[in-house]
């Protein structure tokens, strides 16, 4: 059974691990997120941050986290973070469950939820999680709206007006 657990303080040896198994499938994200977390850049601790591990009899396989998006600097906006299961536990339903639990502890503090991913098969994962792809999205490859408003960032609104971005359907 998994549990999917609220992680307050992270001790980097006990995820170093899953650091290293991300590292040889040529993933640098954790890698990322371990020098983030020591340097104090990003530990989820701002208002509406969290970060989530997956637990499968108290072993530790996966994690996720929410932040604000450090890139629209709009307190509406978070972006979905260092998603990543073990290998071995993939095609289970952790990823699923770590992500849904990740949206629905957003929702309570945002209005849209963007993420990046390069790989074609993570997107079809968030698509039918209801991720649209869009590119509209400064730095991201899809958004979720968590609410029924379509909100877009008043940047985004400058932007489309000004002619940097252009809005297509």
């Known amino acids: 059974m998994i549990h999917i ?41 701002k208002e509406g941050e969290i970060l989530y591990f997956a637990l499968m009899e108290e072993q530790l396989v996966g994690l996720c986290g929410v932040n604000i998006d450090p890139y629209l600097k709009d307190p509406h906006v978070c972006r979905l973070r260092h998603l990543y299961v073990h290998p071995l536990h993939r095609r289970k339903g952790i990823g699923t469950d770590l992500v849904k639990q990740c949206i629905e502890h957003a929702k309570d503090h945002f209005r849209l939820m963007t993420l990046r991913t ?33 909100y877009l960032p008043e940047n985004y609104i400058d932007k489309i007006q000004s ?5 297509t359907t």
């Open 5 to 45: 657990v609220q992680v307050r303080q992270v001790q980097i040896p006990e995820i170093q691990f899953l650091i290293d198994l991300s590292e040889k499938e040529s993933l640098s994200f954790l890698k990322r997120f371990k020098a983030q977390y020591i340097s104090g850049d990003n530990r989820f601790e």
């Open 118 to 150: 390069f790989d074609e098969s993570a997107q079809k994962f968030y698509e039918a999680l209801g991720f649209e792809q869009e590119h509209l999205v400064y730095s991201a490859s899809a958004y979720k709206y968590l609410d029924d408003d379509r």
């Open 163 to 167: 002619g940097e971005y252009e809005i």
